[in-house]
T-cell receptor
Framework: DQQVKQNSPSLSVQEGRISILNCDYT??????FLWYKKYPAEGPTFLIS?????DKNEDGRFTVFLNKSAKHLSLHIVPSQPGDSAVYFC???????????FGTGTRLQVFP | DTEVTQTPKHLVMGMTNKKSLKCEQH?????MYWYKQKAKKPPELMFV???????INESVPSRFSPECPNSSLLNLHLHALQPEDSALYLC?????????????FGDGTRLSIL
């Protein structure tokens, strides 16, 4: 039972353009959503998060949008840079469980 | 640079060996976690320690034994592992287990079982 899904296994974007990574979830009890970036041979690095009471959170080049009615969130990176090339995981949890559920990941490649 | 430090980075062991993975954080975080990640898969939660007490065990086989000696250290003791246990083992910590906050990960231990 995959509660958090990333349906695009890979995405290729030109440098300077916008990257949009998508994530869908099935559990309406999730309270908090996060995005992580992972380079090979490193652990996941926290990027940005959003509470279920909000619909947008922005931090520099990164913006996360949450659509609760559609059970969908997205990460926008603008402008995209070659150093952004990595695997991106969305993740979700409920406040009373402390159990982080990861999506399957999307590999982003930013080319010059 | 990660603020969660895991040792060793790589470990090769036979099925009859006993070894331990170590994790350390000095951020004052009160929750610590073990995850297992297989190739091309997302991390999967194994254990959660909250205020140095085991709060979640995700039905992990007893050949994996976690230990939290103090608020900064987390160990994972390994014994009689199987080849399918070969994976990347990630440790993470978060500031307050009673609040939804980001978990910060170490770079992991790459474990190979012969």
């Amino acid at each position: 039972d995959q509660q958090v899904k990333q349906n695009s296994p890979s995405l290729s974007v030109q440098e300077g353009r916008i990257s949009i990574l998508n994530c869908d979830y099935t559990n309406s009890m999730f309270d908090y959503f996060l995005w992580y970036k992972k380079y090979p041979a490193e652990g996941p690095t926290f990027l940005i998060s959003i509470s279920s009471i909000k619909d947008k959170n922005e931090d520099g080049r990164f913006t996360v949008f949450l659509n609760k009615s559609a059970k969908h969130l997205s990460l926008h990176i603008v402008p995209s840079q070659p150093g952004d090339s990595a695997v991106y995981f969305c993740a979700a949890l409920t406040y009373n469980t402390d159990k982080l559920i990861f999506g399957t990941g999307t590999r982003l490649q930013v080319f010059p | 640079d990660t603020e969660v430090t895991q040792t060793p980075k790589h470990l090769v062991m036979g099925m009859t060996n006993k070894k331990s993975l170590k994790c350390e954080q000095h951020m004052g975080h009160r929750a610590m976690y073990w995850y297992k990640q297989k190739a091309k898969k997302p991390p999967e939660l194994m254990f959660v320690y909250s205020y140095e007490k085991l709060s979640i065990n995700e039905s992990v086989p007893s050949r994996f034994s976690p230990e939290c000696p103090n608020s900064s250290l987390l160990n994972l003791h390994l014994h009689a592992l199987q080849p399918e246990d070969s994976a990347l083992y990630l440790c993470a910590s978060s500031q307050d287990p009673s609040r939804a906050q980001p978990q910060h990960f170490g770079d992991g231990t790459r474990l190979s079982i012969l």
